[in-house]
T-cell receptor, first 114, second 113 residues
Framework: AQSVTQLGSHVSVSEGALVLLRCNYS??????LFWYVQYPNQGLQLLLK??????LVKGINGFEAEFKKSETSFHLTKPSAHMSDAAEYFC????????????FGKGTRLHILP | DAEITQSPRHKITETGRQVTLACHQT?????MFWYRQDLGHGLRLIHY???????NKGEVSDGYSVSRSNTEDLPLTLESAASSQTSVYFC????????????FGPGTRLTVL
């Protein structure tokens, strides 16, 4: 069975500081990995995805994530936080078979301090 | 522009009543999904459909049903609403080429009293 664990349900960073949101996955087969973002009162939108090509994946709004097989991690980073980054972020995992479902983590709420 | 909409956005109902939440997408996606979002649980899959007349149970399907009579719509029905079904419900759709790259609607906040 596949699963993801997001470390920290709430993370606070100062505006301009590095954003690091942690995600570890569990999967018996090479997975697909995703980060979704949910802004207040909105649905989720895809931020970036890893599908076994480059291990460093660049997404929208300056975010990127690195797939590290040895650490079973897929942490999300952004060099400089902006107030507009305040949102909830979900890490997700899926197998590569067409019928495999996405399994979402419980989410990390990112707070940006002025 | 193509989009996915949900209605109503907010709903308050009483225990035991039947409730239907609408989901409509204009992406022409074959794949549609219903999730519920609860604090501390993230998103959990309720039902999903890979095409017209196809429906499948997800992780938390008890007390819910769906039907797919056309490509655009996947209504979610709570047969007899329970307080445990108070939640935020999200509909999503995905193209046939990538079921995992899902486009989400804005959500429906349902309160069962």
């Amino acid at each position: 069975a596949q699963s993801v664990t997001q470390l920290g349900s709430h993370v606070s960073v100062s505006e301009g500081a590095l954003v690091l949101l942690r995600c570890n996955y569990s999967s018996s087969v090479p997975p697909y990995l995703f980060w979704y973002v949910q802004y207040p009162n909105q649905g989720l939108q895809l931020l970036l995805k890893y599908t076994s090509a480059a291990t460093l994946v660049k997404g929208i709004n300056g975010f990127e994530a690195e797939f590290k097989k040895s650490e079973t991690s897929f942490h999300l980073t952004k060099p400089s936080a902006h107030m507009s980054d305040a949102a909830e972020y979900f890490c997700a995992v899926s197998g590569k078979n067409r019928d495999d479902k996405i399994i979402f983590g419980k989410g990390t709420r990112l707070h940006i301090l002025p | 522009d193509a989009e996915i909409t949900q209605s109503p956005r907010h709903k308050i109902t009483e225990t035991g009543r039947q409730v239907t939440l609408a989901c409509h997408q204009t992406w022409n996606h074959n794949n549609m999904f219903w999730y519920r979002q609860d604090l501390g649980h993230g998103l959990r899959l309720i039902h999903y459909s890979y095409g017209v007349h196809d429906t499948n149970k997800g992780e938390v399907s008890d007390g819910y049903s769906v039907s797919r009579s056309n490509t655009e719509d996947l209504p979610l029905t709570l047969e007899s609403a329970a307080s445990s079904q108070t939640s935020v419900y999200f509909c999503a759709s995905a193209p046939g080429t990538s079921r995992r790259e899902q486009f989400f609607g804005p959500g429906t906040r349902l309160t069962v009293l």
